[in-house]
Each structure stands twice: as structure tokens, then as C-alpha cells.
């Protein structure tokens, strides 16, 4: 005897069944139009298939997580395209790789994020092995206004030059975070400490935190780190080495 079973939510089809080979009325039919005796049969055959075989919700709840994934990954996916210009750029500070690249990996991290920061070595290794790959840092403040304080200091440091110097002092800090923590590691970095305390309020700064958080809200940002390749596919969470270079090279195949 074989069955199919096909949940669906919103007051459409709530179930359609296949049993013998031979599809029930209702798989024909939207749940308005069911007449009483069809509504009866169907939650009866709901509920002996429930009794018989559990495993039947779980597999459609399953089904409807995937499905909803999926929509979500092509709106996000829509919004990489419309928006790809924009998305794949930032001040030249925040470009990695080589600036000519024949792909754009755009990286969202947020600097207190502990799997951004174990991922730094790896995506060190990545540009090092990978000379015709172009990356773009986009660095935002998810987590807690911790996050928002070492932003403001990673972007105050780009304008005495030391973008990266300050990104990678504060990734690798497990102090806690204060401006006098930031004061100490600027000048420990060689920075203008004080500058740097002063330029943290300044409104440019502000500027290129709220343009990098829109654009990872466009993109529905769940979580640090999230990798955009290309423009046909995003990533969220760590990855390994080989799964970021499968990734690129899937990318690289579909943009042709």
C-alpha cells in the first residue's frame, strides 16, 4: 500500500492522501470548497495516519521549516542582486585580497563574535591561497553595545590608518571592553589614543556603522559571521577552509 502525504498550512490543502495508488478527492480540491463528509474523511484519515506513523508530523514540520528556509535564502538572494553594486563595496580599507578580483566574498562580523574571531586565521589562509579572490569586510554591531564600542573604535582607527591593526587588536582582546581598554591598545598599536577616543563620536563613523547594518539587514542577517558569495549564495556561521573554497568555486561555476 503505498501513501503520500502533503501538509500545507494558511487554511489551504491540509492533507492530500494517496493510498493504493488511487488520489482522494480532496487532493483536487482547496479546503473552502470541501463539503462536510470530505472534511470528516480527511481528519480521519489525518488521524489514523498520526496513530500509525508519528513520524508523519515531524517529517512535515520538517518539510515546512525547509520550505520557509528556502524562501527566506531566495528574498535574501533577491537582495544581494538588487543591491549587488552597493554590497560589494566599501572604503578601501575594508577591501582584502586582491582589489581586481574575478569573485567578491563579502564577509558581515561582528568583533566581540567568537566565531568571527577563530575564523580571522582562516580567512587569512583563504586570501593567501586564493590570489584572484576579492573579499569585503563588513563589520557590524549585533551582538551588545560592546560590539557597538569596538566598531566605533575600528572605524575611528581607519582614519589614521590602522583599520586592520585595531580590528585585529580588539578580535584578539579578552579584556573587557571600555574606551580606556581601547585608549590602551591604540596606543599600544600606534595610534593616536586620544584621536582615536574623539573620533569614535564622529558622525562619518556613524555613518559607515547604520550603511553596513542596513545592508545586512537587507540581506535578513541572522547572525555573525555570514558570508555572501558572489551573488549566489549566503552562508551564516563558521566554516571551514574546504566548505569556503567549495563555496567560492561553486560561485565561480555559476557566474560562468
Same mark, same amino acid.
Given at each position: 500500500m503505498s501513501r503520500l502525504f502533503t501538509v500545507r498550512l494558511a487554511g489551504t490543502v491540509l492533507l492530500t492522501a494517496l493510498w493504493g495508488g488511487n488520489l482522494t478527492a480532496a487532493s483536487a480540491q482547496t479546503s473552502g470548497s470541501f463539503s462536510p463528509d470530505q472534511r470528516r474523511q480527511i481528519v480521519e484519515i489525518m488521524r489514523d495516519a498520526l496513530k500509525s506513523d508519528p513520524t508523519i508530523l515531524s517529517d512535515a514540520i520538517v518539510a515546512l521549516r525547509q520550505g520557509a528556509e528556502q524562501q527566506e535564502q531566495s528574498k535574501a538572494l533577491g537582495a544581494v542582486r538588487a543591491d549587488k553594486a552597493a554590497l560589494q563595496t566599501a572604503p578601501a580599507y575594508a577591501v582584502r585580497g586582491n582589489?581586481?578580483? $574575478?569573485?567578491?566574498?563579502?564577509?558581515?562580523? $561582528? @568583533?566581540?563574535?567568537? %566565531?568571527?574571531?577563530?575564523?580571522? @586565521?582562516?580567512?587569512?589562509?583563504l586570501l593567501a591561497d586564493d590570489p584572484k579572490l576579492r573579499l569585503v569586510e563588513k563589520v557590524v554591531p549585533v551582538l551588545s553595545e560592546k560590539s557597538m564600542l569596538d566598531t566605533q573604535a575600528i572605524f575611528a582607527a581607519a582614519r589614521?590608518?590602522? %583599520? /586592520? &591593526?585595531?580590528?585585529? *587588536?580588539?578580535m584578539q582582546d579578552t579584556a573587557t571592553p571600555s574606551v580606556e581598554r581601547i585608549?590602551?591598545? *591604540?596606543? *599600544?598599536?600606534?595610534? $593616536?589614543?586620544d584621536r !582615536?577616543? &574623539?573620533?569614535?563620536?564622529? @558622525?562619518d563613523v556613524s555613518t559607515?556603522?547604520?550603511?553596513?547594518?542596513?545592508q545586512a539587514r537587507?540581506?535578513? !542577517? /541572522?547572525?555573525? @559571521?555570514?558570508?555572501v558569495f558572489g551573488t549566489d549564495s549566503i552562508a551564516p556561521g563558521a566554516m571551514s577552509l574546504q566548505d569556503m573554497q567549495g563555496k567560492i568555486a561553486a560561485a565561480r561555476r555559476a557566474r560562468g
Open positions: 582589489t581586481n578580483g $574575478d569573485l567578491t566574498v563579502v564577509e558581515f562580523l $561582528d @568583533p566581540r563574535c567568537g %566565531y568571527c574571531r577563530s575564523l580571522v @586565521p582562516v580567512v587569512d589562509k589614521q590608518g590602522g %583599520y /586592520d &591593526k585595531m580590528k585585529r *587588536a580588539l585608549r590602551q591598545l *591604540a596606543s *599600544a598599536n600606534g595610534l $593616536d589614543a !582615536l577616543a &574623539k573620533d569614535m563620536h564622529d @558622525p559607515q556603522i547604520n550603511t553596513n547594518l542596513a537587507a540581506i535578513g !542577517l /541572522d547572525g555573525t @559571521p555570514t558570508f
